[in-house]
Structures are given as C-alpha cells and as structure tokens.
C-alpha cells in the first residue's frame, strides 16, 4: 500500500513520540470480559520497515503470568502513557507472544533483574510485541489531540 508523503511524516513523529515514554499501562481482556491493567516498562520502540506505516512496542514479560493467558484469549490490547510534559499517549493493537532468545539479549537492561532475579537467561522470559493499529497523542494545556491509523 502506498501512503502519503504526510502519512508517512505523521506516523514517523508519533513513533518518536512514542520514544519518550518509559512505562505505560498494558490492558488486556480478561476470562471474564473485564478489562484488566497493569505498568510494563518498554523494552523497545521498533519502527516497521519503510513500506509501513507504525512501530511495534516491545516488553518483557514472564511466561507463566495472567496477562500471558488474556493475550493468549484475545490478543487485542491497549497501552497508555502519561509523561511530565502533560502529554497523554493510547495505543491500540495486536499483541503477540515471543519467545526469542536473541532479542532478549537485545532489549535486557539490568533493571529488569528486579523481575528476573535469574537474569535474561531466566527459562520464564518471554516476550510481548504489539502491532501498532491506532494511536492518540494529548497535549496539556492546549488539549491538541491527534490519530494516527497504523
């Protein structure tokens, strides 16, 4: 699909955007219907290669985790952020299970032992990748909001 030179623009600002924050709430669907939240720190912000549009957003996770058996149920997710610059980010999307040595390696920082005391070794990690199908950017005070469609 070819997409518009501002499309193209658009979607690369708000994956550098994305850049900023750190920790975001991932929001899945539990057994019961009920959405459930949780705080994951980004492992990494990986944009997709130049023909598409969007990013995937990275976390490591552990394998044997209530989040791990809503994504497995329903893979359809949200994420939001909150920055100190009164900025407001959600993202929805398509998350998937990974497991992937190599990108383990890739994405550990050792702030992440304080969940795998067992390191990225640890036969429990695993990671979840979302495609990016939407994303909503607010900025405070001006209440500037914009979507992206991925």
Known sequence: MAYAEYQVQAARQFVERLRQFETGMLITHGPNGKLHGRPMAVAEVEPLESEHLGCYLWFLTGLETPK??????NQEVLVAFQNRQEEFLTLSGQAEIIQDADRINAFWLDEFRAWFPLGKT???L?????RLD????WEQPSCHQETINF
């Open 68 to 73: 791990m058996d809503e994504i497995r149920l």
């Open 122 to 124: 640890d036969p429990n």
């Open 126 to 130: 695993a990671l979840i990748r979302v």
């Open 134 to 137: 939407q994303g909503q950017l």
